[in-house]
C-alpha cells in the first residue's frame, strides 16, 4: 500500500513516518460501515429506533428505555451508550434516575467535546499519479487536516475514476457550516457552490497532476467527529449502576481501533455486572425463602 504523508499550512508535502507507514492497514470493499455490520453478527439488532431516554425501575430489570413518544422500547439490566459524549448526555439528562449519579455521569460526559469536520468526496475523471495515499496536515493551520485517494481501496470507485477524499479542519469546518447543503452536487457544466469550489482548489492545490474537472461532489456533515477532550473511562463505567459507556471519547482521540477497545473493555465489565448481579439476586431470594 501507497504512505501517508505530511503537509504544513504552506502547502509544503513531506515523507511520513517510516514505522507508521509500516504497520498494516486493513479495508472494506463496501465501507468502514462493513466492519460494524460484521460485529453485528449473530445479535439482535433494531434499526430506525431512537431511545430518548432511560428509567431507573428499583427492580430488576433495572431500566426501562422509552423512544421520543415515550413508548417502551425494552427493558435491561444493563445498558451500554455508545453515541458521542453529548448525545449520550442528552440521553442521561433526559432520564430518570438517581439524582446523583445522573449528576456524576453529566458532569464527566460534559468533558468530552468535539472538533467538526467538514467531509468532501471529489470524482474525477482521471486518477491522480501520486506517491502517497494520503496527506495530513501537522501543523493545523491548512484550511483541509486529511486528503486521501480513496480510489486505491479495492471497489470503491469505478475503473480510472479518481477519488479524492477531503476531511476539512475544525476552524474551516465551523466557518463554513451552513455554506451548503449536505448532499451530493453534479459537477462538469454545472458549477459547483463556492464553498466546495474552494476545497475543490485546495485539493487541486495539494496535488501534482491534473486529475480534470469534477465530475461530482458530495458534502457530508460530522458535528462530533474527532474528541477534543476525553471523558475519564472509569467515572463512567465503574458506577455499579448498570449503565456503561464506551466510544473514542472515553480514549480522547478519534480512532476506530480505540472505540473497539473501549468497547472490548466494556464488554468485561458488564460480564461482571451481570455476573455478580445475578449471584446477588440468587442470594437475596434464598434468604427469603428461609
Not at 461532489?217 to 464506551?246: K, V
Not at 455478580?276 to 425463602?289: A, K, L, P, V
Amino acid at each position: 500500500p501507497q504512505p501517508v504523508w505530511t503537509f504544513d499550512a504552506a502547502g509544503k508535502i513531506a515523507v511520513g513516518d517510516p514505522q507508521q507507514n509500516a504497520e498494516p492497514k486493513w479495508g472494506w470493499h463496501s465501507g468502514i460501515n462493513q466492519l460494524s455490520r460484521t460485529l453485528a453478527q449473530g445479535l439482535t439488532i433494531r434499526t430506525e429506533t431512537q431511545v430518548e431516554r432511560l428509567v431507573a425501575t428499583g427492580t430488576s430489570p433495572g431500566y426501562t428505555l422509552l423512544d421520543a413518544t415515550g413508548a417502551v422500547v425494552c427493558q435491561a439490566d444493563a445498558v451500554l451508550l455508545t453515541p458521542p459524549g453529548p448525545q449520550s448526555a442528552a440521553i442521561i439528562a433526559a432520564g430518570m434516575l438517581d439524582q446523583a449519579l445522573q449528576e456524576q455521569l453529566l458532569d464527566e460526559l460534559a468533558r468530552a467535546d468535539y472538533r467538526r469536520c467538514l467531509s468532501v468526496a471529489l470524482a474525477y475523471p482521471r486518477r491522480p499519479e501520486l506517491p502517497w495515499y494520503a496527506l495530513v496536515n501537522t501543523d493545523r493551520r491548512h484550511p483541509i487536516a486529511w486528503l486521501a485517494c480513496e480510489h486505491i481501496k479495492p471497489g470503491h470507485a469505478p475503473a480510472q475514476v479518481g477519488l479524492m477524499l477531503a476531511q476539512m479542519s475544525h476552524d474551516f469546518s465551523v466557518a463554513h457550516w451552513e455554506a451548503a447543503a449536505q448532499g451530493t452536487y453534479a459537477g462538469g457544466d454545472t458549477p459547483l457552490p463556492p464553498m466546495l469550489t474552494q476545497v475543490q482548489q485546495l485539493v487541486q492545490s495539494l496535488l501534482d497532476s491534473d486529475p480534470g474537472p469534477p465530475l461530482w461532489a458530495d458534502l457530508q456533515r460530522w458535528r462530533y467527529a474527532l474528541p477534543a477532550g476525553s471523558a475519564d473511562f472509569a467515572q463512567l463505567n465503574r458506577t455499579g449502576s448498570g449503565l456503561f459507556f464506551a466510544g473514542d471519547y472515553v480514549a480522547g482521540q478519534g480512532r476506530v481501533h480505540l472505540a473497539i477497545e473501549s468497547g472490548r473493555q466494556v464488554a468485561a465489565l458488564i460480564e461482571q455486572y451481570c455476573r455478580e448481579g445475578y449471584i446477588t439476586r440468587r442470594t437475596r431470594s434464598s434468604i427469603q425463602r428461609m
